[in-house]
């Protein structure tokens, strides 16, 4: 089953957005997810996770300006992004990691990549 990646958009640098992670046919709340973005050109990075609780990892460049979280009862895992920079723009992903890749960083190791969504920052 494919996730679904969805709620980006354009903002002006210092915005907001909350990109948001779908998964039909499937318990979100049992799985690791992994947030990724690819720019134009660009290999695809990744940006942080949420384990099978509430806790969080993220990339250096985002810290502090990123929060990933979950809704249990909507089966939903949200990304809220503040303080947009225009070197976010790119296609945001998020993904499920392999069994016995749940740490790893490396989108090779994740599957179920949905369409992703775009969020472009304006300067």
């Known amino acids: 089953v494919q996730l679904q990646a969805s709620g980006g958009g354009l903002v002006q640098a210092g915005g907001s957005l909350r990109p948001s992670c779908a998964a039909p046919g499937r318990t979100l709340s049992n799985y690791f997810v992994g947030w990724f973005r690819q720019a134009p050109g660009k290999e695809r990075e990744f940006v942080g996770r949420i384990m099978s609780g509430s806790s969080t990892y993220y990339t250096d460049s985002v810290k502090g300006r990123f929060t990933i979280s979950r809704d249990n009862a909507k089966n939903m895992v949200y990304m809220q992004m503040n303080s947009l920079k225009p070197e976010d723009t790119a296609v945001y992903y998020c993904?499920?990691?392999?069994?016995?890749?749940?740490?790893?960083?490396?989108?090779?190791?994740?599957?179920?990549w949905g369409q992703g969504t775009q969020v472009t920052v304006s300067s």
């Open positions: 993904a499920v990691p392999a069994a016995g890749k749940m740490l790893t960083t490396d989108p090779r190791f994740y599957t179920s």
